[in-house]
């Protein structure tokens, strides 16, 4: 019996079935390093499967996404924010008859590259390593780009095709405002779907657990956003995401309705405001500044006590600094805390 190449069917379905404007895998850029297709996955399924199966992925599970290392068992975590981002995207992606496989690679490598300790680490992170190296900057979605280019596989890196790349590089929007014509920068609706479901995840599942932590109340979130989203976690993301495709369906772009735009920019406003760096939590943000801030200036005397691969090439300050940078970013929450501890506070 002969086995089909289930790839080229796959390639077939999607050039005939998938919407004109979504990128199809037969299509793609491909790799750095050429390597030969497989005879069943198409090319952006083989990179799902290996951001997958990488250990910066695995470490996402005990990395923070809003409370810093949660006694409480149902706050969101770095990985599960990662999979509630896959799974908003792919299901706006079906609806668009955009590629899935592609939508579903770049949501689950999108914060491959965070620190421990979420947005404060990575604050961190940026203003230590710029005093080593000045012409520096640290930014998670360059970051996991660089993972999954450098990194992964003690250095190897896992070799992606330029498109899934192109979306984990330009997912991230920071503390701006979604436009009406929210393009953003990725070459492909994939990366831009990507794009802006992130911020539908975020957004949502961060007033849950600040809801959940007793930190903010729903009669506090702006009325009028919550008027036209709805008052439940389900109904809003139900919404944002009808809205999303409903604006963008047959379209060589991804965007919102103004209204929908409106109400998701207050929303974000408000968890900036009231959430991410209230009083009540100033004691365990600058905890975290101080064990990233210690730990890479630790590294930086003992470069030595880095893993073999990543040690620099050179003594030069500015290759030492990207070597620590490139170990703490990937460190866990509670990893970094052990070596705090074990070379630092109770030395």
Known sequence: MIIPN??????????????????????SKGREKFEEKCSIRTEYQRDRDRIIHSKAFRRLKHKTQMFISPEEDHYRTRLTHTLEVSQIARTAARALRLNEDLTEAIALGHDIGHTPFGHVGEDALDAVYAEYDPK????????????????????????????????????????????????????????????????????????????????????????????LLGAMHSQRISNMVNDIINNSANKN?????????EATNKLKDFLFSNV???LPRLEELNNARRIIDSLFRFYMVNI????????????????????VCDYVAGMTDRYALRLYEANIKNK
């Not at 006590?305 to 030069?316: G, H, M, R, Y």
């Open 304 to 323: 030595n006590q880095l893993p073999l691969w990543l040690q620099p090439v050179d003594s030069q300050v500015e290759s030492k600094a990207r070597s």
């Open 253 to 261: 772009d991804i965007h919102m309705s103004a209204n929908m735009v």
């Open 6 to 27: 289930t790839r080229l069917l796959q390639e077939e379905f999607e050039q005939t079935s998938l919407s004109p404007y979504a990128s199809k895998s037969g299509n």
């Open 276 to 278: 991410y760096n209230p």
């Open 136 to 227: 520096s900057g640290f930014h998670h979605s360059i970051q996991s780009l660089r993972v999954v280019e450098k990194l992964e596989r003690d250095g190897e890196g896992l070799n992606l095709t330029w498109e899934v790349r192109d979306g984990i590089l330009h997912h991230s929007k920071g503390i701006k405002d979604l436009k009406l014509d929210e393009t953003g920068l990725s070459s492909t609706l994939e990366g831009k779907l990507v794009r802006i479901c992130d911020r539908v995840a975020y957004i949502n599942h961060d007033i849950d657990d600040s809801i959940r932590a007793g930190m903010i109340t729903l009669n506090d979130l702006p009325s009028d956003s919550i008027k």
